[in-house]
């Protein structure tokens, strides 16, 4: 049976990553969600003020958090106050969007074949995969693993996944990492290497029964010192 990954964040952090934070700085709202003519020009094609409103924030988040308007629990009043400006709607009109399922699936088509966004298939699960992989080598920290991930999605235009799906491919980039540094620290050993490893976790009777492992784990100090005669129990 396969090895069930685990859960890589706390509840808060999963919580975190889902949502667009309420306390944006005004430079990464600016950076984030300012409309560029061309964006406006496909805007103002609604008729409705309130799709308009809509289909401005269906491409804000799409950009950032990379998610699209449905995933999201909320939309700060910040980030709703500041698109509103800029299609000139009051942000009242907001409330009113949605009422019709069909008109934001519809607006998320649109969008997605404009600006060319595209769902998180299994290929784009390999290629974030392969994006993670050599972090994972240099670090097992989880949380800038799936940041990166996270990252990785926007720039390709890719809706990012779930945050669980995400932990998976951080678990499995981890486990492959894992697997190589074992590889390359084990190819080069030769046998005498292997028994001399393996005489450390063997009790030792000059250390009462302890092994050497242990014995070097609980004395960092002596590791520290010149290795002189009498310093190493045997030596």
Known sequence: MPAKSPRLLSPEQRDQLSRIPADLPERELARHYTLTEADLALIRKRRRTTNRLGFALQLAVLRYPGRTLTDLPEIPPRVLAYVAEQVDVPTEA????????????????????????????????????????????????????????????????????????????????????DQRVAHWLTQPLTNQHRDQLEALLQADPELHGRTRL?????????????MLPGVWPGV
Request: hydrophobic share 45%.
């Open 214 to 226: 242990s014995w070097l784990r609980e004395a960092p100090e002596l590791i520290s010192r010149p």
């Open 94 to 177: 907001f409330a009113a969007y949605g009422q019709r399922r069909s008109t934001v699936f519809e607006h998320l088509d649109e969008l997605r074949r404009v600006y060319g966004y595209r769902m998180c298939g299994w290929s784009e699960l390999r290629a974030l995969a392969r994006v993670v992989l050599p972090l994972a080598l240099e670090s097992e920290r989880p949380l800038p693993l799936i940041e990166t991930a996270l990252e990785w999605c926007r720039a390709e235009r890719v809706l990012a996944p779930g945050i669980t799906t995400i932990e998976r491919v951080v678990w499995g980039a981890r486990r492959l990492a």
